[in-house]
Each structure stands twice: as C-alpha cells, then as structure tokens.
C-alpha cells in the first residue's frame, strides 16, 4: 500500500494478527510493515502512520542509506560531515595566506581554510581537524572517569584503525579511533571507559563487563549507536 502525507509519500504493508495494539517495524532494507489487531480499521492504521510520519521517514532512509555503504563525499559547500553526533556543513575558504589548511567550527558550520582549492587539501585538513579534537575529546573524558580507576593509562594515541574503536595493552597504552570525534559525547565516553576497564581486566570476561556496567550502565546502547552509524563516519 502507498499512503501520501506532508508531501512525501511511502510504501507499506499491514499485517493483522492476535494482537492487542498497532506496531510499526522497520526490516533490514527499511522497508515498513504495520502489525495491527484482526478487525483494526484503515483509519485508525493511517492515523498511527502519520502519528509516527517524522520518524518512520528518517529511520527508512538512514537503514536504506546503510546498505549502500559508506558514500563517496563530495567536497563542496553544504556537503555534511559528522561532529558529536550530528550533521553539520561545510564552508570552503580559499586562502592563500594561511600558515596551514585548518578547520574552524563556529556550532552551525565546519568551515575549512585552504591555501588551494583541491579535495585532497580540504579531506586532509578535516581529517588532521577530527584527530586533533579526538585527543583532547578523549582525554578530558579520561581525566573525568580517572576516579574510578587506581591505574593511569601510560599514554594515549590517536590511530587511523579500520577494525576498531579503541584498544588497551597490557602496558596501559591506549589507542582511539580518530573517527570517534564524530560519535556523541557520550558514546565517546563510553568507548573511553571500555578501553579503561581493560587496565583492569584484559579480556572480555564477566568481571570486565560488570566493571564496565557499573560506570556506564547503558553501555549497550552506546554500542548500538556505534554499529548502526559506523557506515557514515566517514571524510
């Protein structure tokens, strides 16, 4: 079925079953399906639709966009690149004075000050900008969540990993995934007290994951957030 609403129309399918309310589900490839009570009329169907109409249109788009992989960005004004967790646009500033490519944020836009007017130029000076901010990001989130450990890390690292968001030796060496300055703040934190914990515990037993529990009790759905948005932390 297709149903038109604030101009945007979407396909959808209605399931009656023995249930006592309407649910709307979302399967692996965004597609919408509606489980609804046997004898439920359409109105009532279409009402909780539009109710959720926002919500259901974003999350369709973002799963459909996740199966196609990571993007190929375009460096150009308003082009989006994510910091703490959200969106933001780009603004390209051609300057040939400057002493180095660099990016300045104001808290609406990510603008980028180069001395030429190339991708490679704008990729780099956003990717320098994202491991800078994900140093100090992550270390004011170790001095904050130092008081639950006896043990200080020995240093602290910013890594390009494609297979990891943080990593812990057995010298308290720690390691962060520059592309973490794109997550929020508190999935950030969360990555940084995972890697804390291993200064305890080296390895993933119940000991580790109680102590992890015990400082970030929600941690799951920190992990959630990182499985579902890795695909578009990207420059």
Same mark, same amino acid.
């Given at each position: 079925?297709?149903?038109?609403?604030?101009?945007?129309?979407? @396909?959808?399918?209605?399931?009656?079953?023995?249930?006592?309310?309407?649910?709307?589900? %979302?399967?692996?490839?965004?597609?919408?399906?509606?489980?609804?009570?046997?004898?439920?009329?359409?109105?009532?169907?279409?009402?909780?639709?539009?109710?959720?109409?926002?919500?259901?249109?974003?999350?369709?788009?973002?799963?459909?966009?996740?199966?196609?992989?990571?993007?190929?960005?375009?460096?150009?004004?308003?082009?989006?690149?994510?910091?703490?967790?959200?969106?933001?646009?780009?603004?390209?500033?051609?300057?040939?004075?400057?002493?180095?490519?660099?990016?300045?944020?104001?808290?609406?836009?990510? @603008?980028?000050? #180069?001395?030429?007017?190339?991708?490679?130029?704008?990729?780099?000076? %956003?990717?320098?900008?994202?491991?800078?901010?994900?140093?100090?990001?992550?270390?004011?989130?170790?001095?904050?969540?130092?008081? @639950?450990?006896?043990?200080?890390?020995?240093?602290?690292?910013?890594?390009?990993?494609?297979?990891?968001?943080?990593?812990?030796?057995?010298?308290?060496?720690?390691?962060?995934?520059?592309?973490?300055?794109?997550?929020?703040?508190? #999935?950030?934190?969360?990555?940084? #007290? @995972?890697?804390?914990?291993?200064?305890?515990?080296?390895?993933?037993?119940?000991?580790?994951?109680?102590?992890?529990?015990?400082?970030?009790?929600?941690?799951?759905?920190?992990?959630?957030?990182?499985?579902?948005?890795?695909?578009?932390?990207?420059?």
């Amino acid at each position: 079925m297709n149903h038109t609403y604030l101009g945007e129309t979407i @396909h959808y399918e209605v399931k009656y079953k023995n249930r006592a309310s309407i649910g709307i589900y %979302l399967d692996n490839y965004g597609n919408i399906e509606i489980h609804a009570p046997k004898g439920t009329p359409d109105e009532a169907v279409l009402r909780i639709l539009e109710d959720k109409w926002d919500v259901i249109l974003q999350k369709s788009k973002e799963m459909k966009e996740r199966l196609l992989g990571p993007q190929k960005k375009n460096y150009e004004p308003g082009e989006s690149f994510l910091y703490l967790g959200n969106s933001f646009p780009i603004q390209i500033h051609e300057d040939s004075t400057t002493p180095q490519d660099r990016v300045m944020f104001d808290g609406k836009t990510l @603008h980028i000050y #180069v001395k030429q007017l190339e991708d490679d130029k704008i990729k780099q000076a %956003l990717k320098r900008y994202y491991y800078q901010q994900c140093k100090s990001l992550v270390e004011k989130s170790i001095s904050l969540h130092q008081r @639950h450990f006896k043990a200080k890390p020995r240093s602290i690292k910013i890594s390009d990993s494609k297979t990891t968001w943080g990593t812990c030796d057995s010298r308290r060496q720690l390691t962060f995934n520059w592309r973490l300055a794109m997550a929020p703040q508190e #999935v950030i934190d969360y990555v940084v #007290v @995972h890697e804390m914990c291993h200064m305890v515990h080296l390895n993933h037993d119940r000991s580790f994951w109680r102590l992890v529990g015990k400082i970030v009790p929600d941690y799951k759905e920190k992990e959630n957030w990182l499985a579902g948005s890795s695909w578009k932390m990207t420059v």
